[in-house]
């Protein structure tokens, strides 16, 4: 994937919020910064003004698109409700010598809403500065060019894409999407299993093609699974609507919160309402009162790691906990936490749950 000199920039959350805008993480930066918005309730805030901020300007800057800084000043002067001529804070430290008035000359200074003006200062800086960084990004990514995200057993990834919409990638599973959507519409390649929370976009829809079924929304969020092993594709829906048909003919079903479609290898298509409360269940695990040995069993299959518990005593103690968007190391420091059971991770990789039993 291209990179630019923004790798070095001096507030390297920006260039991940810009990558992210754009479509243009790497794996690793995808990685880094999933940790970033999870690290501080502040960075998801900050995420969430930078996603605003990116609908305002437009997903799609054209090749000729220049900040228009000195405009973006009087927007934020006029909310901050001081004149724009009143330059306060210099976004770039200024080294020359400051103003001294002469003797006897009165120096007239302005009173401020402070909170207000750091609230806009940090908006408008957010905005220039995004919007200057997603310019470079976009001038720097070939209109053709697409990225791949694969994911190995036990692993499952998030992955922003360019119109900031969102794919949770099952493991085993690969994804396949353009690193800038200039058409008329979005769309993405998946084999295996993602759940996807796709930006409203209603001029350009969002289309996943796993085999041979087409799955089309405008902004919703659902549940595509296609698996090399198994002939059919199933899409769960869980807000909006998605319209799911078939490459080989023009047989489509509309699907609603509450339904699943499913399409058969012959171009058979249904329609039938979820069974489970939620169509993504392996975006979460859940303990009620489950035995440790149990616990084990589903931190296996999970994550594809090996798990134990030799004490027998300790295999029927109970644990209840639920884990959204699970990771092995946060459940075993929880476990370890709330119960007397000591984890040691052998040179082989495999875990041990040990301890004299239940409380």
Same mark, same amino acid.
């Given at each position: 994937?291209?990179?630019?000199?923004?790798?070095?920039?001096?507030?390297?959350?920006?260039?991940?919020?810009?990558?992210?805008?754009?479509?243009?993480?790497?794996?690793?930066?995808?990685?880094?910064?999933? $940790?970033?918005?999870?690290?501080?309730?502040?960075?998801?805030?900050?995420?969430?003004?930078?996603?605003?901020?990116?609908?305002?300007?437009?997903?799609?800057?054209?090749?000729?698109?220049?900040?228009?800084?000195?405009?973006?000043?009087?927007?934020?002067?006029?909310?901050?409700?001081?004149?724009?001529?009143?330059?306060?804070?210099?976004?770039?430290?200024?080294?020359?010598?400051?103003?001294?008035?002469?003797?006897?000359? $009165?120096?007239?200074?302005?009173?401020?809403?402070?909170?207000?003006?750091?609230?806009?200062?940090?908006?408008?800086?957010?905005?220039?500065?995004?919007?200057?960084?997603?310019?470079?990004?976009?001038?720097?990514?070939?209109?053709?060019?697409?990225?791949?995200?694969?994911?190995?057993?036990?692993?499952?990834?998030?992955?922003?894409?360019?119109?900031?919409?969102?794919?949770?990638?099952?493991?085993?599973?690969?994804?396949?999407?353009?690193?800038?959507?200039?058409?008329?519409?979005?769309?993405?390649?998946?084999?295996?299993?993602?759940?996807?929370?796709?930006?409203?976009?209603?001029?350009?829809?969002?289309?996943?093609?796993?085999?041979?079924?087409?799955?089309?929304?405008?902004?919703?969020?659902?549940?595509?699974? $296609?698996?090399?092993?198994?002939?059919?594709?199933?899409?769960?829906?869980?807000?909006?609507?998605?319209?799911?048909?078939?490459?080989?003919?023009?047989?489509?079903?509309?699907?609603?919160?509450?339904?699943?479609?499913?399409?058969?290898?012959?171009?058979?298509?249904?329609?039938?309402?979820?069974?489970?409360?939620?169509?993504?269940?392996?975006?979460?695990?859940?303990?009620?009162?489950?035995?440790?040995?149990?616990?084990?069993?589903?931190?296996?299959?999970?994550?594809?790691?090996?798990?134990?518990?030799?004490?027998?005593?300790?295999?029927?103690?109970?644990?209840?906990?639920?884990?959204?968007?699970?990771?092995?190391?946060?459940?075993?420091?929880?476990?370890?936490?709330?119960?007397?059971?000591?984890?040691?991770?052998?040179?082989?990789?495999?875990?041990?749950?040990?301890?004299?039993?239940?409380?």
């Amino acid at each position: 994937m291209t990179q630019t000199k923004l790798d070095n920039h001096e507030n390297p959350e920006w260039v991940l919020m810009a990558k992210a805008l754009r479509g243009e993480l790497s794996d690793q930066e995808q990685l880094e910064f999933s $940790a970033w918005l999870n690290e501080d309730e502040a960075h998801t805030q900050q995420w969430t003004e930078a996603l605003e901020v990116w609908d305002e300007v437009g997903s799609e800057q054209n090749l000729t698109f220049q900040p228009n800084a000195d405009a973006a000043w009087t927007k934020f002067c006029a909310k901050a409700e001081f004149t724009p001529e009143t330059k306060i804070i210099p976004l770039i430290p200024d080294e020359s010598p400051s103003y001294e008035a002469p003797a006897g000359e $009165a120096i007239e200074r302005q009173l401020f809403p402070w909170n207000t003006l750091y609230k806009y200062a940090a908006a408008f800086v957010l905005a220039v500065g995004l919007a200057w960084i997603g310019y470079l990004q976009f001038n720097n990514s070939s209109p053709n060019a697409w990225a791949q995200v694969a994911t190995a057993a036990g692993e499952r990834q998030l992955i922003y894409l360019p119109d900031s919409s969102k794919v949770t990638l099952n493991e085993n599973s690969t994804l396949r999407y353009q690193t800038a959507f200039k058409g008329k519409e979005r769309k993405v390649e998946l084999v295996g299993e993602g759940f996807f929370e796709v930006r409203k976009n209603p001029e350009k829809p969002f289309i996943v093609k796993s085999g041979n079924a087409e799955t089309r929304v405008l902004g919703t969020s659902f549940n595509v699974k $296609a698996l090399k092993a198994e002939s059919e594709v199933s899409v769960a829906v869980v807000t909006g609507k998605v319209a799911l048909s078939s490459l080989k003919s023009e047989k489509k079903v509309l699907l609603t919160p509450g339904f699943t479609g499913f399409l058969s290898a012959n171009g058979q298509l249904d329609r039938k309402e979820t069974e489970k409360a939620t169509p993504a269940t392996w975006r979460s695990l859940e303990f009620n009162n489950t035995s440790l040995k149990a616990v084990a069993d589903q931190l296996e299959e999970y994550f594809n790691v090996s798990v134990e518990v030799p004490n027998q005593n300790l295999q029927a103690c109970t644990f209840t906990g639920t884990f959204e968007n699970p990771d092995l190391k946060e459940i075993l420091s929880v476990l370890e936490a709330s119960t007397d059971v000591k984890i040691s991770r052998s040179e082989k990789g495999t875990y041990t749950l040990d301890g004299a039993g239940c409380r």
